[in-house]
C-alpha cells in the first residue's frame, strides 16, 4: 500500500490540526494504522494507531485526551486530530500501515511537517 499524508502547517499553541493520510490499493482495510512523529533531534516516535475496522485505538501518553486517530475505510484515508497543541508536537508526522500478518510497519507515508508557534 502506498500513503500520502497531508495536512501540516504552521500553528499557535493551543490550535487544532488535523492530518489526512490517503492510501492507494483495494485492501486497506486489511492494515493496521498509525501516526508517528519525529521531532527535531529525536528518533521516530509512535504517536497513535487504530485497528482494522476503526473499533480500537492506541494513543502514546503524550498525546491522550488530546489526539484522535481515526480512519475511513470506504476512503482509503486514515486522520489524525490533534488539539491543544503544543510546542512540543512540533515534528514531522508520518502515517505507517502493517500489514495483519506482519510483525513490523511494512509502508510509510512521506511524511508532512506540524510546526507549533508561541
Known amino acids: 500500500v502506498q500513503l500520502q499524508a497531508s495536512g501540516g502547517g504552521v500553528v499557535q499553541a493551543g490550535d487544532s490540526l488535523k492530518l489526512s493520510c490517503a492510501a492507494s490499493?483495494?485492501?486497506?482495510?486489511?492494515?493496521?494504522m498509525a501516526w508517528f512523529r519525529q521531532r527535531p533531534g529525536k528518533e521516530r516516535e509512535f504517536v497513535a494507531s487504530v485497528t482494522r475496522s476503526g473499533g480500537n485505538t492506541f494513543y502514546a501518553e503524550s498525546v491522550k485526551g488530546r489526539f484522535t486517530i481515526s480512519r475511513d475505510n470506504a476512503k482509503n484515508t486514515v486522520y489524525l486530530q490533534m488539539n491543544s497543541l503544543k510546542l512540543e508536537d512540533t515534528a514531522v508526522y508520518y502515517c505507517a500501515a502493517k500489514s495483519y500478518d506482519k510483525i513490523t510497519y511494512g509502508s510509510w507515508g512521506q511524511g508532512t511537517l506540524v510546526t507549533v508557534s508561541s
Open positions: 490499493g483495494p485492501t486497506f482495510s486489511s492494515y493496521l
